[in-house]
């Protein structure tokens, strides 16, 4: 992310996307608080010697699990795919994912994965020969191989929170190639792939992918992927997979060698004790403020939102409601529990505390926006809202609605969630918090200078739309080659 700082522009709305990430890395590394609100599933890959306990070993995690969730390092993450209940404390049936395996050293290897659901939703899996957008036919062959990521990182655009490092498996079963993929997740970045050929298309993937011109949060910009990892497993005749596990700027992972008999860390995985942590931003540095930003005071008049175009950057004071995906299908057949008239609605999950009777926020970044597709433009409608904000855009439903309601699409930087937690110092209210659990629950903040970017207007105008064209364009040149 360093090297990332570094390349993009810091002028262009990338270069402040990642300054706005970078600034949110230290502070979640001063306070211990995670990076992003989504803590994702945490998903364990380890390996054992003969004869050490699994068993214990599986129990004691999920007590880590339940610890770690009632500290608030981790959001309760684990809902009943059936009642839709959240267990609250990140155990459930299947949360976590624990996949023990054994080996012939003596020690115990404990390596985990948080992998929030953001990044997860743009995994990808191809049968190849398949056709392509932008790109074509994709043979069963490496070429066809390099397609298939290239286009499973152009669809990622912001929605998987670029710039992001990819996993990926070539064959397999369906089931297996993902499990692959998603074990390259756990290569150090800066490795070089044993096997030549594989090395050499992890190069070009990536030459090929940082030309694309996604940027981060698919805003346009030269840092789409800051790593791609392959690996390549035998598979059926009939079949050729090419299954790519997407991971978001984020990127947790953490690992412990552990003394077999003691259970005493022996050494850290990914943490090197010889070089200091380095800090993203200098003091003094980061997002800065302009001047040319727009103050929003909700509840806001429509011709204050008429006036925004993309590109406008506004600073968010007053009151801020959250609402995501539950909230938007308890909408469907509800009034709102609050009046929502001239507000904006947050599209967040928060990871909140309760100090004795006082709801403290430690996480608030934005989700995913386009799950409420379906739902937005009926509710900008029925409700009154100017604003709808969270990260990676909408479709063509939500700005026709923008632009026949008067009201703007606002977009928060994906998974910066200390940043933003800093921006809402105040809980004034929440509901449906019984019915939905804290990530689903509407939670009412007041906003202190919540920055945020214009990027769909009442004009009929997307950067979304812009930048998948014109990266599609970039795309075409990959597939025009052969
Ligand atoms: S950074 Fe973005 S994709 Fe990653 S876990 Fe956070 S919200 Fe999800």
């Known amino acids: ?89 990140n155990l459930g049936p299947g949360t976590p994912v624990i996949h023990f395996a054994q080996w012939e050293e003596p020690d115990i290897e404990v390596r985990l994965l948080l992998k929030g659901g953001g990044c997860e939703n743009m995994n990808a899996q191809y049968s190849v020969p398949c056709t392509l957008d932008h790109l074509g036919r994709a043979d069963r062959d490496l070429e066809g191989v390099k397609k298939c990521v290239l286009h499973a990182v152009w669809q990622a655009q912001g929605q998987g929170c670029a710039p992001g490092a990819i996993g990926v498996c070539i064959g397999s079963d369906r089931a297996a190639g993902y499990h692959q993929a998603k074990l390259q997740l756990f290569r150090p970045l800066d490795d070089v792939n044993p096997n030549p050929t594989l090395a050499r298309l992890e190069e070009e993937i990536m030459g090929e992918a940082n030309k ?113 995906d539950a ?41 995913t926006s386009s799950r409420e597709e379906p739902y937005e433009a009926d509710v900008i409608h029925r409700f009154g809202l100017r604003g709808v904000m969270g990260k990676g855009g909408m479709g063509k439903k939500t700005l026709a609605a923008l632009e026949a309601f008067g009201a703007v699409y606002l977009h928060a930087i994906g998974g910066a969630a200390q940043f933003y937690a800093r921006c809402l110092p105040k809980v004034t209210g929440v509901y449906l918090l019984e019915e939905l659990g804290v990530p689903e629950a509407m939670w009412v903040f007041e906003a202190k200078d919540f920055p945020a970017i214009v990027t769909m207007d009442a004009h009929g105008n997307s950067l979304h739309e812009h930048v998948a064209a014109t990266t599609g364009a970039e795309l075409e040149k990959v597939g025009t080659r052969d």
């Open 327 to 367: 909230v938007h299908h308890y909408l469907r057949h509800h009034d709102a529990p609050c009046d929502l008239r001239g507000q904006i609605l947050y599209h967040c999950g928060p990871v909140m505390l309760k100090d004795g009777v006082r709801w403290r926020t430690t996480a608030a970044g934005p989700t």
């Open 212 to 324: 694309l011109g996604v940027g981060a949060m698919g805003f346009g910009g030269q840092v789409s992927l800051v790593g791609c990892k392959i690996a390549a497993t035998n598979r059926l005749p009939a079949c050729f997979f090419v299954s790519v596990a997407y991971d978001c700027w984020a990127f947790r992972r953490l690992g412990v060698l552990l003394d077999a008999e003691s259970g005493a860390i022996r050494k850290w995985l990914y943490r090197d004790p010889e070089r200091p942590v380095e800090r993203l931003v200098a003091e003094g540095a980061g997002f800065r403020l302009t001047g040319r930003e727009i103050r929003l005071e909700p509840p806001l008049a429509e011709e204050k939102v008429r006036a925004l175009e993309v590109g406008d950057v506004v600073l968010i004071n007053g009151p801020l409601i959250t609402g995501r």
């Open 1 to 89: 992310m360093a090297r990332a700082l570094k390349t993009e522009n810091s002028s262009t709305q990338a270069g402040q996307a990642l300054a706005i990430i970078g600034q949110n890395i230290d502070m979640a590394y001063d306070d211990e608080g995670p990076i992003c609100q989504d803590t994702g599933m945490p998903t364990f890959e380890i390996k054992t010697p003969v004869g050490a306990n699994q068993l214990v070993m599986r129990k004691q995690i999920l007590e880590a699990v339940g610890e770690a969730t009632k500290r608030g390092k981790l959001r309760p993450n684990s809902v009943d795919s059936i009642t839709g209940k959240n267990s609250g404390n």
